[in-house]
């Protein structure tokens, strides 16, 4: 924050750094705040952190007070809701007065109660408050359930394929494409069996048999 004169910061000081403060909060550009104060922009940004700090800690002192008040006020409201309750079990008397020749008479009935149950839901939610407010609740557990593994195979498959239509359209149901022909292609190379080689390896052999021939007769 604002320097510190014996280690103590003056008014003037600080009310200097809570409007600088303001003015940045409010979106006014450091640059311009800087300037507006004849400081450096990072010195705002300093200035404004320190004070965020000493705002936060403030914040948490006061966010712990309030809830070690809060807490005694559950604490009463609940033995009143509880109090209640209790003496909501109390048997009801009701006095009848009847005016007759004989004077005035008065009969008295008692009736039993259990008692009434909104106050134990008062207490209750008082206690719920409570918890939640120290962060003493338990953690929520949430259970996933696989559906599909509750479903017959066949329907599973059909789900996958939808799924699949869904993700791929025109993929899945289209059909593979092969080709196929009718008959023989005129373009594929023809088929040579084990015979037609066996003959062409001969007349090869003949033929240079022959031209050797040719040779000796030339030499004589």
Known sequence: MAKKLNGVI??????????IH????????RIGV?????????????????LDQRFYTE???????????????ILHLIHDALNSFVESQEDAVTVKVEDGPEGRTESTTTK?????????????????DERLMW?????EQHVHRNLHALMP????????????????????DAPPNIPQSDGPDERSAPVVTSTEVKAESANTAENMASEDGNKDNAHR
């Open 10 to 19: 003056t008014p003037h000081q600080l009310k200097r750094d809570l409007e």
């Open 22 to 29: 303001e003015l940045v909060c409010r979106g006014a550009p």
């Open 34 to 50: 800087a300037a507006q104060f004849k400081i450096s922009p990072a010195r705002v940004t300093q200035i404004c952190k320190d």
């Open 59 to 73: 914040h948490q002192e006061n966010i712990e007070a309030l809830k070690g008040r809060q807490s005694q006020q």
């Open 112 to 128: 039993g109660q259990a008692g009434d149950p909104r106050f134990l839901e008062v207490a209750r939610k008082l206690l719920s």
């Open 135 to 139: 962060g003493a609740n338990a953690p």
């Open 153 to 172: 195979l066949d329907e599973r498959l059909k789900v996958v394929n939808e799924n699949l239509t869904k993700l791929l359209p025109g993929v899945v």
